[in-house]
């Protein structure tokens, strides 16, 4: 054979072999039992909100406020005073007594003003109807701060919600105690529910504002099922709690949610409350659309602690200054006396995820791992109000797979596989030299680094 020929034919080939694999390199995460190294693609162009995948709500809630058999107004109907500073408690408790014993229950319309509340629990075929701009003010309560609780005790409560009018009103849980447990809906047995249209105005408090979790009834333990969280918001939210937190939950739809501090969505089954759910899960069917977080833990989190959990999909999610936009923690044996750890199901799915970076990112000291050391000095020394262990720094990257089985770890060690499109996985404004990466696996937490702040 001519030698020019042959020489020719190789560096053909050689070429196609570049081409293919060059290609493949642009594609969806393999299964980790096939791909152990997952190449990153350079892009820097955030997603548009055309680019989510569209959900149907009528999946999760069906909404029957338009089938009500009465509506009635708080002000009007039951001498509530919008404009003094009384705890309105008993009058909106009366109003939900009321309106549940009819037939198609109703529609409790709250208008513009002032409201005082605390443990006000919510009952079947009641919808809170909310004035745009109105205010409803947790009443300082140490005991039990909480405005809204759903399905504590007996029967499963089913279709209800709590929404504005037009626009959005505020939940303020702002004078509750610093570090303090307090929030503004606790939902536990209940069924076809949705929450929207509101801006909780947070106090650094112990809790996330909306947390949905199990609760014993005749003997088993039963879950939320069916609901839908949208359109709002939370300020001044502890780096460890935020605006959502799922401990347990089942057909859920997280959309247009915004905060700051924590976590905005947080499915975290870490509870001791869920363990008894270990085996069959207690996390399954989340769907999370369109989350920002600005100077934040993260946008999204997704840690099965000690439960074995089903699916989670998350499209479209977007930070500032916050440590990573999307996280997913490898699973632990918390809680767990068998000391076998947790997982999500092999189903799950994370794209269109951008994160810009920031230097006044929340870090607490476990944190510090995913910072470079080169940047480490860029850690504050004064504490926030959260924690005297808590400092602001720089952001990590885009996304934080610590979950991601590497070297081959088992789900049993809490390693689980999540689909992500790499071409979605963005950020901007990063450092390129210390920060190339928009992935951060396991490996990438750094405990050897010695400067000032390790």
Not at 179 to 189: H, P, Q, R
Request: with cysteine.
């Amino acid at each position: 054979m001519n030698k020019r020929y042959f020489f020719k034919k190789c560096i053909i080939i050689f070429l196609l072999i570049f081409n293919i694999l060059s290609c493949s390199s642009d594609s969806e995460i393999i299964p980790y039992e096939e791909n152990t190294l997952v190449k990153e693609v350079d892009t820097n162009t955030p997603f548009n909100l055309e680019d989510i995948s569209a959900v149907n709500e009528n999946d999760f809630y069906i909404d029957k406020i338009n089938e009500v058999s009465k509506v009635v107004n708080l002000v009007d109907d039951y001498n509530v005073d919008e404009t003094d500073t009384k705890d309105d408690s008993d009058l909106l408790q009366k109003a939900i007594d009321d309106i549940t014993l009819l037939p198609k229950g109703g529609k409790i319309i709250i208008p513009e003003g002032t409201y005082y509340f605390n443990q006000i629990v919510m009952k079947s075929n009641v919808h809170i109807v909310i004035d745009n701009g109105t205010i409803l003010r947790l009443t300082n309560d140490t005991n039990r701060n909480f405005m809204f609780l759903c399905g504590e005790s007996g029967d499963r409560i089913e279709n209800f919600s709590v929404r504005a009018k037009t626009g959005r009103f505020t939940i303020d849980i702002n004078k509750a105690p610093l570090n303090e447990k307090a929030l503004a809906f606790f939902v536990k047995n209940a069924q076809n529910f949705m929450f929207s249209d509101m801006n909780v105005l947070d106090n650094i408090t112990r809790l996330a504002a909306l947390v949905f979790t199990t609760v014993i009834h005749n003997g088993n333990h039963v879950i939320p099922k069916n609901g839908i969280v949208k359109n709002s918001d939370i300020r001044e939210s502890h780096v460890g709690y935020g605006l959502v937190q799922v401990n347990a939950g089942k057909n859920m739809l997280f959309k247009d949610l915004t905060g700051e501090g924590g976590v905005v969505v947080r499915l975290e089954s870490g509870s001791k409350d869920v363990i008894p759910l270990r085996e069959e899960g207690s996390i399954h069917n989340m769907v999370v659309r369109n989350i920002f977080g600005e100077n934040c833990n993260a946008a999204v989190m997704i840690s099965p602690h000690s439960i074995k959990n089903g699916e989670v999909d998350v499209d479209g999610a977007k930070s500032n200054s916050c440590i990573h936009t999307v996280r997913i923690d490898r699973g632990d044996d918390r809680n767990n006396e068998e000391g076998v750890a947790g997982y999500f199901s092999g189903d799950c799915l994370v794209k269109n995820v951008h994160a810009t970076y920031g230097e006044t990112t929340p870090l607490k000291l476990g944190h510090f791992r995913w910072i470079p050391c080169e940047m480490r000095d860029l850690i504050g020394y004064t504490a926030n109000r959260d924690s005297d262990k808590n400092f602001n720094g720089p952001s990590a990257a885009a996304l934080r797979y610590s979950a991601y089985p590497e070297n081959g770890g088992s789900m049993d060690k809490g390693y689980f596989n999540v689909e992500i499109p790499k071409k979605t996985i963005t950020q901007e404004g990063f450092n390129e030299q210390y920060q190339p990466k928009k992935i951060q696996w396991e490996s990438d937490a750094d405990l050897t680094c010695k400067t000032k702040r390790t």
